[in-house]
């Protein structure tokens, strides 16, 4: 059922029918990292370098290697810190285009299926926004852990795995049902949610790939929620 719907959903990112939903969100992903990057860039450089730099002139001439150590690791800590925000900016971004997509692989893989009602556009701001500090809490916990081997892989790909699978599918699953029916459908399927979301961070790991990560986790989890909702055609929250 999962590997149908990643499949799907590999399918639907190339589609001609989903290409402005595409361009619009690789665009807009661009931009915030872009903006993110330069953000953390000049945070650093304002704050942190000069409270580094005050002890440098302390220091014998043979110790002048640590300051181009201290421009490399902190290059490596900017970049850890702007990978720890692609996940909650995926969620994010989908928040505002996820209903687009959703219709277009409605109509394409659904034709005979009636169409979902689009989110109000407050409520499915207001869900990412929660989202994406709950997020940001998640991943700094996981990006703690980046240094114990054998959990920091495990750390990434469940936290990751929770949080986008939960949110996801709750965005498709609430084109059909209330959000408190979309959370107990969800919490029902919690298992199958879960695996799922770990596909997306596994898309999400991929470098340059993962900009795409919006339109495939929505594609994906749309095709997923219509598959669950046919075999658990009865549910009631």
């Known amino acids: 059922m999962i590997l149908d719907a990643a499949r799907l959903a590999l399918v639907n990112l190339f589609a001609s029918e989903t290409r402005s939903a595409f361009w619009k969100m690789l665009g807009l992903t661009l931009l915030i990292l872009v903006g993110l990057w330069f953000a953390l860039r000049e945070t650093f450089a304002y704050y942190i370098w000069p409270w580094f730099a005050a002890f440098l002139p302390t220091m014998p001439e043979w110790t002048g290697w640590l300051t181009l150590i201290a421009a490399i690791a902190a290059s490596i800590g900017l970049a850890l810190g702007l990978a720890l925000l692609i996940a909650p900016i995926t969620a994010l971004i989908a928040g505002l285009f996820l209903d ?38 998640f991943n700094f916990i996981a990006l703690l852990l980046l240094f114990i081997p054998g959990v920091n892989l495990i750390a990434f790909f469940m936290a990751n795995g929770y949080l986008l699978g939960r949110e996801f599918f709750e965005f498709a699953a609430m084109r059909f049902r209330s959000p408190e029916e979309a959370r107990a459908f969800r919490a029902k399927h919690a298992s199958t949610v879960l695996l799922a979301g770990m596909l997306i961070a596994g898309f999400l790991a991929i470098p340059f790939f993962n900009l795409l990560t919006p339109l495939f986790a929505a594609g994906l989890m749309v095709h997923l929620h219509k598959a669950l909702s046919k075999r658990d055609p009865g549910f009631k929250a």
């Open 100 to 137: 687009d997509v959703a219709a277009v692989v409605e109509k394409r893989d659904y034709p005979n299926d009636p169409p979902g009602k689009e989110l109000p556009l407050g409520q499915a701001i207001a869900g990412s926004i929660k989202f994406l500090g709950v997020a940001i809490v």
